[in-house]
């Protein structure tokens, strides 16, 4: 068992509500400096393409106000890899990123796209950056991130949350059972397991009870419940249900 499930927090849709006003309120860092005052692993921040919560300006602030680790997550392409090697941030989650989608629909195709990403993963490793990459908790990927490399990847829970929501519970448990045995399978062959997309306090125990997982990175529902309870308690609340599941 990965001895501390880390928690990493995604702060992407502070940034959101500060864009809908185009100003500079509430500020993403702000948010990155109560993760760290309050416990969190890890801050995750999403720069897409098209710039809709995370600006350019946002990830050396980040990094300069807080000692905890940055996740980026980036698309595989040449501006967000130069991003990259421009900032140094401690891990790259690379994903999956079409411009339609309201958040990352799916899990990165590593194996079909293995030529696009080998040059991209070797660049990111090389100087010093920890690559993972967010796929479904499918065998072939697994293979795939082998082959690439890649010291961790990041199972999408999406799927899992959603028929959760949907109420199949049937069609939920085997998910979780996939995902399962996907952490098994990548810790056998020495990747690092993380997961994450549509956590919430209701559907992250099964996940975090899964003991090869070392990592779990959630934004949009800690953000959400922060409007309601705070972000601190949004935070320590998420933390104690991790700790109890494990
Ligand atoms: N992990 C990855 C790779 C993601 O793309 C996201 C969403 O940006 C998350 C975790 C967090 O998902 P959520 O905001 O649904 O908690």
Known sequence: ????????????????????????????????EIVAAVGGDGITAHLREDRRHIRDSDLHRIMESTDLPLNLEMAATEEMLQIALDHIPH???IVPEKREERTTEGGLDAAGQHNHLAPIVGQLGEA?????????????????????????????????????????????????????????LAAKNGIEPHAGHGLTFENVQPIAAIPQLAELNIGHYLVGEAIFIGLEESIRKMRALMDEAR
Not at 3 to 32: C, E, F, K, M, Y
Not at 160 to 179: C, K, M, S, T, V
């Open 128 to 184: 010093g950056i920890r690559v993972s990459l967010f796929i479904e908790p499918h065998a072939r990927q697994i293979e795939a991130a082998i082959h690439l490399k890649a010291p961790v990847v990041e199972f999408h829970t999406g799927r899992y949350a959603h028929l959760l929501l949907d109420g199949d519970n049937e069609g939920a448990q085997a998910e979780l059972r996939r995902i399962s045995d996907a952490a098994a």
């Open 1 to 32: 068992m990965a001895s501390h499930l880390r928690l990493g927090v995604n702060i992407d849709h502070v940034a959101t509500i500060r864009n809908a006003r185009g100003g500079d309120h509430p500020d993403p860092v702000r948010a990155a």
């Open 91 to 93: 891990a790259a989650c």
